[in-house]
């Protein structure tokens, strides 16, 4: 590889050999794009035709009013076509893909955005495509799953160890190794061996680039400071990317899951759990014990659900140029349903994880302090566990109804 | 030297055999009396897995084996003090093989001293291009101890050359695409991998993935210097107990003595 993708000191490419020769292919092929400008111009006709860039900025005129301080604005990733940022980063890896001449995507996910988004790519630009998932993914994430399906994705699951986020991304690492002669992995966010963090990040930039347009546009100023969910770190990395030469402050959310004192959460960087380690091909900071194993985490949004995260971010939180907080299942419920009701928007568990630390903040403001949420998803794939958050009534009723029907 | 002990054993055998157990698995006890086993049966050398996580190299086997070990609460310190016990018993060179954060996370330095008081002869880090070794070869060069390091069927000859360059005691090729365990099918294209190899180093060939019965070791015979058995032996164990490893081992390695003078 032309260059081994460290942030002073973290990423790198920790790969095994087989997969050596793969990576080359994979970073001359981004530099090629990187340097074409027909490249963005082509990537950015996909997303303005296949799927809804720019997408807009939303003004939250009646959440500001009730914090009462800054004026709340929101980036809307849930208008992507499948209905989150994922969606960026999947139409760029398959434009390479295309370049690159490769017939079959394999693809890990979390949430089941990421594998939505990768299994509607490969359905568009006609690949072969197996996505792997965690089980307990699948079944919080079950919708999502069906879509896979029906959109000609092969969805595996997986079994081994924690059965989450990263036990698919061994998994997908592990058809690969096998297979990557025909078959490109794209991987969801910017985590992994370089140059996955630098490259996800560079299809994700498109957020940043219009927000910061658009909010100078509608605000004339630029925001204090902009939010966004960390889960690997891709949707932040996107919108943060607009700002980084400017003067506004960069808040990353992690998953305080139970709270940070309960052990069970997925908070990297905003917590003192985790420790500098290597692992699925990358150096970063990890949720790992003191022998190095990696540890199970929780959060209720299974996109946020994950031991690593981006290499870039660390070495931002080590700068001190993103600030890194955390917020718990329990207030991401009350921010999600806190901005239905005011706005009439519902963002996905992972992106009211954004939401709930510019709740904290927005009253502290000044009136005239502009800040921007990324809303990185929309919510509807989590209906069944709102639901149950909500221990909804009629929606139980429903399944019941429903079920019986299936067993009659 | 570990080299010079491979190398001499080839004088007396056509090729070697190394095999592969996973820390813990079934049970710290029962490791022990496995590697009496192989020992028992001739094997020339061995590797210990120190269980990972994250083992992203290895097949539904070995990963199997060593989320068990874990779950059963092994630790690393207790593997470490296992491998010195069992280097200590038994008069064949062992290895470490593991991936890179538990080296990390121990401290390379600590594990490479310990590794030297230990007796173990080398390590195998699958997970650790030469690029990203320089710390981990520092430390095993001041520890004179072997870093074992692969090669792969695609990896391009300077690569190769380069490898070499930076390993010691013999070079892990890697028979196949994929991960450990599934079955490998030796054909004169592999014949042709094995002489690239031979091209950039004077090391010994160790060949591992999918190497799991007689046939493959016959292949084998006279174009590579060692064969590595890991998935199928843990297999063995599984399905048919501990007290049948010496026989399979024997009857791999039926007729690998070399016939002098007749
Ligand atoms: C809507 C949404 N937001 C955020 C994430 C977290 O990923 P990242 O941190 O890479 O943006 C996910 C991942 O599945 C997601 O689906």
């Given at each position: 590889m032309k260059t081994r993708g460290y942030f002073n000191g973290f990423g790198g490419a920790y790969i095994p050999e087989i997969l050596v020769e793969t990576f080359k292919e994979l970073e001359n092929a981004f530099l090629d794009v990187k340097d074409d400008p027909l490249f963005w111009n082509e990537y950015k006709t996909v997303l303005s035709t296949?799927?809804?860039?720019?997408t807009p900025v939303t003004f939250a005129e009646n959440l500001t009013r009730y914090f009462n301080g800054a004026r709340i604005y929101i980036k809307r990733e849930d208008l992507n076509h499948t209905g989150a940022h994922k969606a960026n980063n999947v139409i760029g890896q398959g434009l390479l893909v295309k370049r690159m001449g490769k017939k079959r995507v394999i693809a890990e996910t979390g949430a089941g955005q990421h594998g939505v988004a990768t299994a509607t790519m490969a359905a568009k630009f006609g690949f072969k495509c197996t996505i792997y998932m965690g089980e307990v993914d699948m079944e919080r994430q079950r919708p999502n799953v069906f879509w896979m399906e029906k959109l000609g994705a092969e969805v595996i699951p997986v079994t081994e160890g924690t059965r989450i986020l990263k036990d698919a991304i061994n998994e997908a690492f592990r058809d690969w190794v096998a297979n990557m002669d025909t078959t490109h992995y794209v991987l969801?966010?910017?985590?992994?061996?370089?140059p996955f963090p630098e490259m996800v990040t560079y299809f994700q930039s498109i957020i940043g680039k219009e927000a910061r347009k658009q909010i100078i546009k509608i605000t004339n100023k630029l925001p204090s400071r902009v939010y966004a969910c960390v889960g690997g770190g891709s949707n932040a990395m996107g919108i943060f990317s607009g700002f980084f030469d400017d003067p506004v402050e960069l808040i990353g959310v992690e998953a305080g899951g139970r709270g940070l004192e309960s052990g069970r959460h997925a908070a990297r960087l905003s917590s003192t759990d985790a420790s500098i380690g290597i692992a699925q091909g990358y150096k970063t900071y990890f949720l790992q014990d003191s022998d190095g194993q990696m540890k199970k985490t929780h959060s209720v949004a299974a996109g946020l659900d994950y031991v690593g995260v981006s290499p870039i971010l660390a070495d931002l939180k080590e700068k001190g140029r993103v600030r890194f907080e955390s917020a718990t299942d329990k207030e991401v419920i009350d921010a999600m349903s806190l901005t239905i009701k005011k706005e009439g928007l519902i963002p996905a568990l992972e992106s009211a994880h954004a939401f709930v630390q510019a709740f904290k903040d927005a009253p502290k403001l000044d009136k005239d302090d502009v800040i921007l949420i990324n809303?990185?998803?929309?919510?509807?794939?989590?209906i069944f566990t709102i639901a149950d958050a909500f221990s909804d009534p009629g929606w139980k009723e429903f399944i019941i109804k429903k079920a019986k029907e299936y067993n009659a | 030297m570990l080299e010079s002990y491979i190398k001499n054993r080839l004088k007396e055998k056509e090729i070697l055999l190394m095999t592969h157990i996973v820390i813990g698995y079934p049970s710290f006890e029962d490791s022990f009396r496995i590697i009496e086993e192989m020992v028992k049966a001739g094997v020339d050398l061995m590797e210990l897995q120190i269980p990972f996580s994250e083992p992203m190299a290895d097949g539904p086997v070995i990963l199997s084996a060593n989320q068990k070990s874990l779950a059963y609460g092994t630790k690393v310190a207790k593997c470490m003090e296992f491998a010195k016990k069992v280097s200590k018993t038994f008069n064949i060179p062992f290895l470490f093989m593991s991936y890179y954060n538990i080296l990390y996370k121990y401290g390379l330095k600590d594990f490479t001293s310990f590794m030297k008081d230990a007796g173990i002869h080398g390590a195998i880090v699958p997970d650790l291009p030469h690029e990203e070794a320089c710390d981990y070869l520092k430390a095993m060069e001041a520890c004179n101890l072997n870093p074992i390091m692969l090669f792969s069927p695609n990896t391009p000859k300077d690569r190769l050359k380069a490898i070499a360059s930076y390993a010691k005691g013999f070079i892990y090729c890697v028979a196949r695409k994929g991960v450990t365990g599934s079955s490998t099918s030796f054909s004169d294209e592999f014949e042709a991998y094995v002489n690239r190899c031979r091209k950039e180093t004077d090391l010994p060939l160790a060949i591992g993935f999918g190497v799991k019965e007689k046939r493959d070791i016959d292949f084998l015979r006279g174009k590579a210097d060692i064969a590595i058995i890991g998935t199928a032996i843990i297999k063995l164990i599984e399905q048919?107990?501990?007290?049948h490893i010496k026989e399979f081992i024997e009857s791999l390695t039926v007729a690998s003595t070399k016939q002098n003078s007749s």
């Open positions: 296949y799927s809804c860039r720019p969801g966010t910017a985590c992994g061996p370089h809303q990185s998803g929309r919510g509807d794939k989590d | 048919k107990g501990i007290e």
